[in-house]
Every structure is written in structure tokens, then in C-alpha cells.
């Protein structure tokens, strides 16, 4: 656990490595269910990053409906991963940690959403830093958006110190981790209506 949890100050640039490497090749990731921690939290920034670039298609103004459409089916799909690989991490950090005491409190958030809230801050700074480096914006807007970059470097410094200290507890029993399901109900035939509806329409 004191590796996981020291490697977490590293985290931040293993984002912005992935980043700026997917956004040169965006070759298909695969995890396999026996990956080690942190490549489960590749593949968990992964689908942040498709999904990043899927709602960048959705508000295209000349995207017609029926492609508007196929990116909200991938935009479905990516999410479900996500949320997927969320309770992977956090199950792998539950399969680290000592058992608890009943009486001990645990953390409104997981670790595991903390990190997934650490990848989206990289995709934010990246393109932040992008829009400061234009050639085709005027200085105004690249001043702008240098505050905007500074504010979300200090959100992303901060989230490493809490969520290094959230750890912490976990490893020393001060706090307990648990784990929570998303059940996501949108993607599933059995319980969203829009699906299982159809059926008996048919």
C-alpha cells in the first residue's frame, strides 16, 4: 500500500505522459483483468480521454444528427467503461488495506473517483495550455486562458495532497475504504425502460 500511495504524487505527470502520447497515437487500450493498479488507471484515463475528444464531436456545428447520434452510443459506452474501471481501482486498493474496525469512519469519495477526478483535471490542463500557446488567438485570450491554467494546476496540486492523505488514513486504519457501485441502470436492457419498453412494443 505505501507504494500505491507514494506513487499517487507521481500520478499527475504519468497523466499528462498518456496524454500528450495519445494525442500523437491514439492506439487502442486493453486491460487485462489481472493488470496491475496502475495500469487499470491507464485504461481508466483512457476512456476520460475518448471521452473527452467524443464531446468534442457532439457539439461540432456542422455534425449532422445521425452522427451526433453515433458519438452519444460511444459517448454511452465510454462512460460505462469508466465508471467500470473506477470500482477496478478501487477494489484493487480495497485488496491492500487492513481490515477496519467497525467504528471507523470512511471518506465521502473513493480513491478511486479522486483519480478519476485527477485524470480529467490533466485533459483540462492540456487543452488549457493548448488554447495559451495559439498562434490564431489574440493575447487577450491567452492571458485568460494562462489564469484559467494556473487555477487548475493549483485544484490538481491540491487533489494530490488530499487524496495522498486519504490514503494515508486508509493504510493506518484511521479510515475505511468502501466500496460503492454505480449501478449505472441507462445501459442496461433489464432496468432502462426506453430498452426493455421496445421489446413489448415490438
Same mark, same amino acid.
Given at each position: 500500500?505505501?507504494?500505491? &500511495? ?25 486491460? @487485462?483483468?489481472?493488470? /496491475? ?22 457539439r461540432a456545428p456542422d455534425?449532422? @444528427? ?41 471518506? &465521502?469519495? &473513493? ?38 491554467? /494556473? ?5 490538481? @496540486?491540491?487533489?494530490?495532497? /488530499?487524496? &495522498?492523505t486519504l490514503l494515508t ?34
Amino acid at each position: 500500500m505505501s507504494a500505491v &500511495t507514494s506513487g499517487i504524487n507521481q500520478l499527475p505527470a504519468f497523466h499528462d505522459l498518456w496524454t500528450a502520447a495519445w494525442h500523437v497515437s491514439e492506439s487502442e487500450l486493453g486491460v @487485462d483483468p489481472d493488470a /496491475a493498479f496502475m495500469d487499470v488507471v491507464c485504461a481508466q484515463h483512457r476512456r476520460n480521454f475518448d471521452l473527452w475528444h467524443e464531446e468534442d464531436k457532439a457539439r461540432a456545428p456542422d455534425a449532422t @444528427d445521425a452522427e451526433i447520434a453515433g458519438v452519444k452510443r460511444c459517448i454511452d459506452r465510454l462512460n460505462q467503461e469508466r465508471n467500470d474501471l473506477i470500482e477496478r481501482i478501487d477494489q484493487a486498493l480495497l485488496a491492500l488495506l487492513p481490515e477496519p474496525g467497525s467504528d471507523v469512519p470512511w471518506n &465521502t469519495e &473513493t480513491p478511486g473517483a479522486a483519480i478519476d477526478r485527477l485524470s480529467i483535471l490533466a485533459l483540462k490542463i492540456y487543452h488549457m495550455r493548448e488554447q495559451t500557446e495559439r498562434d490564431d488567438a489574440d493575447a487577450t485570450h491567452r492571458v485568460q486562458c494562462a489564469h484559467k491554467l /494556473a487555477v487548475l494546476e493549483r485544484q490538481r @496540486d491540491d487533489l494530490v495532497t /488530499a487524496l &495522498t492523505t486519504l490514503l494515508t488514513d486508509l493504510e493506518t486504519g484511521r479510515k475505511q475504504l468502501r466500496l460503492y457501485r454505480q449501478l449505472k441502470m441507462y445501459n442496461d436492457p433489464k432496468l432502462n425502460p426506453a430498452i426493455y419498453g421496445a421489446g413489448r412494443r415490438a
